[in-house]
């Protein structure tokens, strides 16, 4: 099981509402359509870097917390 996978099961067994991203552009796509009360991203994504997934969220307004 990945990581985000079993991240993502703790916390729903603790009953935080999860939503998940494989991917960069799908961290974005999700993060600015679900404000999300907090977002944990990985350093390595497939298509672009945690940190430029963070830049672009800052960018468009997303002001939730993040943890990388």
Not at 13 to 18: A, K
Not at 27 to 35: D, G, M, Q, V
Not at 50 to 63: H, S
């Amino acid at each position: 099981m990945p990581v985000r996978m079993l991240i993502a099961e703790v916390c729903r067994l603790q009953g935080h509402d999860v939503v998940e991203a494989g991917t960069g552009a799908q961290a974005i796509e999700l993060a600015t359509s679900a404000h999300p009360d907090l977002c944990l991203i990985d350093w390595v994504l497939p298509d672009i870097s945690g940190t430029d997934v963070i830049r672009e969220l800052r960018r468009q307004g997303v002001a939730s917390p993040m943890i990388m």
